[in-house]
């Protein structure tokens, strides 16, 4: 540090110490703070000890001490008042007047739904299915006050970002019930002190599902920027399985170009959506609110923003079952579309296009055909007569059993030649026991090709059958018209029915015991023993005995299906009674053994002197290769 360094530090240190002595308050300047402190501490003391008299132990008879506690607070809350309203005008500014006042509701009914709308935010509160109740009878709320928030989210310049939620609405009312073709309108408007205001439009008609659902931004331009459509919804337990219920509630939405995608139905997950939106649907198990465009209009704005999660198990009669967020850009003129509120009934969904349809579950590709094209339209023929849905369900099982029946045959038939072709097949695998086991495939397979028995003939038919079964297996979950129909001892057939509970609770199993579980297992049962004697003996070492496989899996479905709808239990019991008849009338009175072995015997000689066939070459080629 040279000498000029040090002359600058000494010379600051100086102006500072000198600054300091200077702006020091004198002796009197202190004496008259520490009176001012004092006699503003007295003034707060005696006005307490005068309040206190009269708040807490004044003679309220008494009119001259009511008039002064009047006074004293009418003086308080008009501070207050003062301090609020300054607050309220630095965070609202041309809104403050809209930020106070008093909620009021607005209810309207049509033939489907009842909806309270609320001047705070001018938006759906609470709407409630009329034609419906939960499981524990009481009315069923879609979503309710507490636990639904709809509204817009925008930046105001100098103020920042704010959310409609927080102004009260201006109301214009319409009929408080529409029925049939008559239609009704709620307008909701919050106007700012400088002209400029906001208008949520809804529209009602006396038959539909869903409502109009229109906002408008008045002389906004430039002020109101950003604006976002905010919705969040707790769904509540509607019905008698709470697992099955959050299995089956998430948020479907679909793009713009795009099929119907949703969020996970096991887990949380979240989605931002880069594309435009054309609607988006909080499902639950059998209802949904969804958010779409209106036919024909433009599809909502670019990067939205979609969340789900499952809410945590309660033993509670009003446990919450998943949580919706969505969050939808909105133009800077304003947002339209509809708000449907209702069932999970196909032909309703169906009727909104864009795919709205496939917020119900019914499989991918060929299994979804299945059940749109075929099982849909039989049930709904079905339920036309007014019949228990047990009969429909027995009705409907005999039905796709027969349509089965010529595959059911051919399945029959080619058990039948290989039950012929069994004691061959068993000499062949005893003569080449200890040979080479291409050896013996060979011979297999030239067994095969003298007799015209093909092992896989059995295959196809069973292959033609699976999306029957797995088409059922989606669609009795999510037959809403299953909803809380008892059959028997089944007091719901969209649910699991119960014969017993249990004092504890078994893993993958549960805490109940289904009837129709136990029945559709045992059936199974049968019909694997009827059906396992058509099989081939397993000799190959290593490999894994089918027949011990087939055993098993009736065990197994005791578990699988035990908190399943009892509707498809029923299902699947019924049709393996059905295949066991059509077994044991096929066996008895349509298949011919004798005749079976006559035309293999028939067709050793005609094709004995036959070439080896093309497959037969190539597995020779394989192995000649590999024994090189």
């Not at 209810?107 to 009842?114: A, K, L």
């Not at 000499?427 to 495939?441: G, H, I, V, Y």
């Not at 093909?454 to 196809?460: D, E, N």
Request: glycine residues 6%; charged residues 25%.
């Amino acid at each position: 540090m040279d000498k000029n360094n040090i002359i600058g530090i000494f010379l600051i240190g100086l102006l500072l110490i000198g600054y300091t002595w200077y702006t020091q308050p004198s002796e009197e300047e202190l004496r008259a703070r520490k009176a001012e402190r004092e006699k503003a501490e007295a003034a707060e003391k005696d006005a307490a000890e005068a309040a206190a008299p009269f708040n807490e132990s004044a003679d309220l008879s008494d009119p001259q001490n009511r008039a002064e506690i009047a006074e004293i607070d009418s003086a308080a809350a008009a501070q207050i008042t003062g301090r609020e309203a300054e607050e309220r005008r630095r965070k609202y500014g041309v809104l403050a007047s809209a930020a106070t006042g008093e909620e009021e509701f607005f209810t309207v009914r049509n033939e489907r739904f009842e909806v309270t709308f609320t001047n705070k935010g001018g938006v759906p509160a609470e709407a409630r299915l009329l034609k419906y109740n939960t499981y524990e009878g009481d009315p069923l709320m879609l979503f309710a006050k507490d636990r639904h928030s709809l509204g817009y989210f925008f930046t105001y310049p100098s103020l920042g970002r704010l959310h409609t939620g927080d102004f009260y609405f201006s109301v214009q009312t319409g009929k408080t019930e529409v029925l049939g073709d008559d239609r009704t309108q709620v307008v909701y408007t919050l106007a700012t002190e400088d002209g400029r205001r906001i208008e949520n439009i809804y529209t009602i008609t006396g038959r539909d599902h869903d409502i109009g659902f229109e906002t408008k931004f008045y002389n906004t331009g430039g002020i109101v920027t950003e604006p976002a459509l905010r919705w969040e919804l707790s769904g509540a337990r509607l019905e008698k399985s709470v697992e099955a219920e959050r299995n089956n509630s998430t948020v479907f939405y679909k793009e713009e170009g795009k099929s119907r995608d949703y969020l996970s139905e096991s887990g949380s997950d979240d989605e931002q959506i880069s594309n435009h939106l054309e609607w988006v649907a909080f499902k639950q198990n059998f209802f949904s609110a969804i958010l779409m465009k209106e036919e024909g209009g433009a599809p909502f704005g670019k990067n939205a923003k979609l969340e789900t999660r499952p809410y945590e198990e309660k033993n509670s009669a009003d446990t919450l079952t998943q949580y919706y967020f969505a969050e939808i850009p909105a133009s800077e003129s304003g947002f339209k579309g509809r708000l449907f509120l209702g069932p999970n009934d196909f032909r309703t969904l169906r009727s909104y296009g864009m795919d709205i349809d496939r917020t119900i579950n019914l499989g991918w590709g060929i299994f979804g055909w299945v059940n749109r094209f075929l099982v849909i339209p039989i049930f709904d023929w079905l339920e036309k007569f007014g019949i228990s849905y047990g009969i429909i369900i027995l009705i409907l099982t005999i039905i796709i059993k027969t349509i089965l029946a010529p595959l059911t045959w051919k399945n029959y038939l080619s058990s039948a030649r290989m039950r012929v072709l069994k004691p061959e097949i068993d000499a062949l695998n005893e003569k080449f026991k200890d040979a080479d086991p291409m050896k013996k495939q060979q011979a297999t397979m030239d067994l095969y090709r003298k007799t015209g028995v093909s092992p896989f003939a059995g295959c196809l038919p069973m292959l033609i059958q699976l999306p029957i079964l797995y088409a059922m297996f989606r669609f009795f979950p999510n037959a809403i018209q299953l909803r809380q129909q008892s059959f028997l001892w089944a007091d719901d057939l969209s649910s699991y029915d119960s014969i017993a509970s249990l004092p504890f609770h078994i893993p993958a199993y549960g805490d109940h015991v289904s009837l129709f579980t136990l029945l559709m297992a045992a059936s199974t049962f049968f019909y694997t023993m009827f059906n396992s004697s058509n099989m081939p003996t397993q000799t190959q070492p290593g490999m894994p005995n089918m027949k011990v496989i087939m055993y098993i899996f009736p065990f197994m479905m005791l578990f699988f299906f035990n908190s399943f709808a009892s509707g498809l239990s029923y299902y699947y019991f019924l049709a393996n009674l059905v295949s066991i008849i059509q077994m044991v009338l096929i066996k008895n009175f349509l298949i011919d053994e004798e005749k079976i072995k006559a035309k293999i015997a028939e067709n050793k000689k005609k094709r004995g002197k036959l070439g080896k066939s093309k497959f037969q070459k190539k597995l020779e080629e394989m192995a000649k290769q590999r024994g090189k």
